[in-house]
């Protein structure tokens, strides 16, 4: 797809409603392409579910900002309100910057901690962390995996696929990956566990441990404040 949606959620996701991650993707296809689409072509080019659009847009639709319209059995088209085109950039654009500062600054909340810097491969995985953690209503990696070995070795997928569409790649060293979770685990960043739940199977999770996911939200606190 033309449009990279993974950038699109990272630059412009915002935990507080009414500028939830999914309804920020929404807002801004609708905004970029510039035409009705209906709930099925947003579930094409976000991936979120068809039956999710409206819910997520139905607060921009009672202010006016989105018009949807039927256009057939069950099917509706949305689009961005004209006269609110100009005034939904503007906003998209303070989410972005808004969103890159609470990163920098949870990115230095676990750099204070370790007393280091992050090297590169951490931190693009604390990046992933930070935006479920922050955006997304489940702060976990869940990887189905029979093993620790294979579930790592799919998180390297993770991580590249998390930084192929940056315009400056960093570089990787993701054979240090399973020394530098032990490290992160062992000083507190990340909780990491292979479990077997019911029908699921075996998995690997991984999230931001609560400890620092406390003090990076009460650091962000503070900026709003």
Same mark, same amino acid.
């Not at 639709?61 to 319209?69: D, E, L, S, T």
């Given at each position: 797809?033309?449009?990279?949606?993974?950038?699109?959620?990272?630059?412009?996701?915002?935990?507080?409603?009414?500028?939830?991650?999914?309804?920020?993707?929404?807002?801004?296809?609708?905004?970029?392409?510039? &035409?009705?689409?209906? =709930?099925?072509?947003?579930? +094409?080019?976000?991936?979120?579910?068809?039956? +999710?659009?409206?819910?997520?847009?139905?607060? @921009?639709?009672?202010?006016?900002?989105?018009?949807?319209? &039927?256009?057939?059995?069950?099917?509706?088209?949305?689009?961005?309100?004209?006269? @609110?085109?100009? =005034?939904?950039? &503007?906003?998209?654009?303070?989410?972005?910057?808004?969103?890159?500062?609470?990163?920098?600054?949870?990115?230095?909340?676990?750099e204070d901690e370790l007393s280091r810097k992050l090297e590169p491969t951490e931190r693009e995985l604390v990046l992933i962390l930070l935006q479920r953690s922050l955006s997304e209503s489940s702060s976990y990696i869940r990887i189905p995996a029979p093993s620790i070995r294979d579930g790592v070795e799919k998180l390297k997928e993770i991580i590249y696929d998390h930084i192929k569409d940056k315009v400056k790649s960093p570089e990787l060293a993701v054979e240090h990956l399973p020394g530098q979770l032990a490290d992160l685990k062992a000083r507190g960043i990340i909780y990491i566990a292979h479990v077997t739940r019911g029908q699921t199977g075996p998995e690997l999770i991984i999230k931001l441990d609560k400890t620092i996911e406390t003090k990076i939200r009460q650091a962000l606190k503070h900026l709003q404040s």
């Open positions: 797809m033309w449009l990279d949606i993974m950038q699109i959620q990272v630059t412009i996701a915002d935990y507080i409603n009414p500028w939830g991650r999914k309804t920020c993707t929404l807002l801004y296809i609708l905004h970029e392409l510039e &035409r009705p689409l209906t =709930a099925g072509e947003l579930e +094409e080019i976000t991936g979120i579910d068809s039956r +999710e659009v409206f819910p997520y847009l139905k607060h @921009w639709i009672n202010k006016g900002v989105v018009i949807v319209r &039927r256009i057939g059995e069950r099917v509706y088209e949305y689009t961005i309100n004209g006269k @609110w085109r100009k =005034a939904l950039r &503007r906003a998209l654009e303070r989410a972005k910057k808004r969103k890159q500062v609470q990163l920098e600054i949870a990115l230095k909340q676990v």
